[in-house]
């Protein structure tokens, strides 16, 4: 089975030469592996997927081949048993954010489920119209061949999708299911995990790393410390609106960090809101330059902020 994934780390290794345990203690205790990720284990019989938050093993769901027999709960001694027991065990292990990860899991619960759909009474159009029309709010898990896929729908609009082959926009669905309809199962779960409303790990980092993009050039030019002290008074002002911007601070460099939850909407909000206070300040004390300043700190973060639709917040006419 194929999975979405942010980045394919393991590929087609034999499970014999994989020592699943040294590998979930390692996502422990180094950074670089301390996020969220999925193992599968496919055999000729069935397959395991382990899913892990934030490096901490958080369930492992096995799945018959047989498609009559449900999915259960095991754990990891069984996936041991398993393996040593079988003599072709494949493992693939993909990165990805937790909204897939919480999709995923909901999926494979196999609750909250409102109907499903197979390739003989599959009508992609007429799916779309009816989940906007009812404003519906859930997770649609889709099948193809050996590929899962999924979307996040809130009311009736897509705000996550996440496809086996790659694509991660409303169009790339659309034209994935109207590519495969012919062999396509769809199911609709009327649930919308937490993890799963929050904004992806890649939009906070884009956030954050343009932010610290403009920071730094600000320094270039006005010094470090006059540009860390505006930036704790507009941190501290932005705050008052946006509380996820507690779990933030500001380094000795003049840098912003911090790990928010919260949904897509009010983490761009709130960065434009911090955006606006910053160069308010900051274009007052840098005679009149802060246009080229800004334009070069974000040329190659535009189109990625544009997409946020950052630039509907921001005051300022950049590009």
Do not use: C, W
Request: net charge neutral; no cysteine.
């Amino acid at each position: 089975m194929k999975f979405p994934r942010e980045k394919l780390v393991l590929f087609s290794l034999r499970a014999e030469f994989v020592d699943l345990q040294n590998l979930l203690n390692f996502s422990k205790k180094h950074r670089a592996f301390k996020r969220s990720f999925y193992i599968t284990i496919n055999y000729p019989d069935s397959f395991d997927i382990l899913l892990v938050r934030q490096g901490e093993l958080s369930k492992i769901i096995r799945i018959a081949a047989a498609e009559n027999k449900p999915p259960k709960e095991v754990n990891l001694k069984d996936v041991g048993e398993k393996t040593k027991h079988t003599d072709s065990s494949i493992v693939n292990m993909g990165f990805v954010d937790d909204q897939l990860l919480a999709m995923i899991n909901a999926d494979l619960e196999d609750q909250n489920v409102v109907r499903e759909t197979d390739p003989s009474d599959f009508a992609p159009a007429e799916l779309l119209k009816e989940l906007s029309t009812q404003q519906f709010s859930g997770i649609l898990s889709v099948r193809r061949r050996s590929e899962k896929s999924y979307a996040l729908v809130n009311e009736g609009e897509f705000a996550l999708v996440y496809l086996a082959s790659g694509g991660r926009n409303k169009d790339d669905f659309i034209k994935y299911l109207n590519q495969g309809k012919d062999e396509i199962s769809v199911k609709i779960l009327r649930e919308i995990p937490e993890d799963a409303s929050y904004a992806t790990s890649a939009q906070v980092e884009l956030l954050v790393t343009s932010t610290n993009r403009v920071l730094e050039e600000f320094s270039a030019i006005l010094g470090r410390n006059i540009v860390k002290k505006i930036t704790e008074i507009s941190l501290k002002g932005v705050t008052k609106e946006f509380d996820f911007f507690n779990s933030f601070k500001i380094t000795d460099e003049a840098r912003i960090e911090g790990e928010p939850k919260v949904d897509t909407d009010s983490l761009t909000r709130g960065f434009a809101s911090f955006f606006n206070m910053l160069t308010d300040s900051l274009s007052t004390i840098s005679g009149g330059r802060h246009i080229a300043v800004l334009k070069k700190a974000l040329q190659d973060y535009r189109f990625a902020l544009n997409n946020l639709k950052f630039f509907e917040f921001v005051k300022e006419q950049i590009f």
